[in-house]
């Protein structure tokens, strides 16, 4: 028996030899440890064997046992590892090949055109001033001369959060906040920020846009440099060939008042939805402002004067790149935002 034992142990360890692969390692598990295999036999067996055999056989199958399963265990490392060397090979990454293009993000388009905006107010000798998105009813209307049931705040109506906060419909309230802040300094700044109103959307309007608010306040300030500014911001962001217009208009808040229109670049003059076929684009509401206003700000209108001006960002980037439709800027489709 001891013999056989020897001789099993030894056929086994020659077939594992000749194990290639993971499916022939199970086989040889199966064979030669497995429930049915021989050694598994003799082991079951050993009690039946005479008493003076028993102790012998039953040490030496219990050895090579061992013996196979410590050989089975560092076959199977092996084959692990020739598997991995062989992916490997087969799997080699070439660190030559360019690499995937990282895809970059961009600035909006209304980012850029505000920043082109700044840079322009800057080289005039305007300071940015930011103020709040999330206004008071007194800011918004009251102190800019619309007091509880004026008829011009029909034309702002916006989204209220209380009955006394709202989302701001223009960039005017800042000029109260920045006049208080400022005083007795003369004033020149600009200050952009998002607008709210509770309108139609259409191809001109959107219910969220920016404008860009300008305030001069100091001493003898008059309309020739109100409309001076705005033609200078007019040339240097679309060019010497526009035409501006200037018309009489009405704002509360600004004493006379006046708005520029610029000539329709996407359809020549000839009318177009964007213009509304008038051939002219409304960018710009301004005015001296009010006395009421300069008042509420801190500054005494018999001794200062000013001029205010507020415009969209979006309507000029439209004219500017012959965009047709307002609403593709919010619109996120990148087709149109990669383009700028
Ligand atoms: C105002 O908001 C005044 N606060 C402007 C002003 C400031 C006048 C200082 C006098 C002194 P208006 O509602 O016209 O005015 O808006 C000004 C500009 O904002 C418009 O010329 C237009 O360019 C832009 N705008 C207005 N409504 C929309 C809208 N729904 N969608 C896109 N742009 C708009």
Known sequence: MLQKLHELKEKALQALEMVSDSDELDGWRVG????KSELNSILRNVGQLIPEERPAVGRLANQVKLALEVAYDDKAEALKRQE??????EQRSDVTLPGRPVSVGRLHLSTQTLREIYAIFGAMGFQVYESPDVETDELNF???????HHPARDMWDTFWISDEVL???HTSPGQIRVMRERYPEPIRV?????????????????HQFYQVEGLAVGHAITMTDLIGTLSEFARRFYGPDRRIRIRGSYFPFTEPSIEADMDCILCGGEGCRVCRYSGWLEVCGAGMVHPVVLRNGGYDPDEWSGFAFGFGVERPAMVKYSIDDIRLFYGN???FLRQF
């Not at 030669?32 to 429930?35: E, I, K, M, S």
């Not at 991995?84 to 090979?89: D, V």
């Not at 600009?190 to 959107?206: H, N």
């Open 190 to 206: 600009i200050l952009p920020g998002k607008c709210y109103r509770y309108e139609q959307i259409t191809a001109r309007s959107e």
């Open 167 to 169: 989302l701001r419909t």
């Open 32 to 35: 030669h440890l497995g429930r």
């Open 333 to 335: 489709d990148l087709r």
């Open 142 to 148: 009251g102190l800019l001369n619309m007091p509880p």
């Open 84 to 89: 991995l060397e062989r992916a490997l090979r």
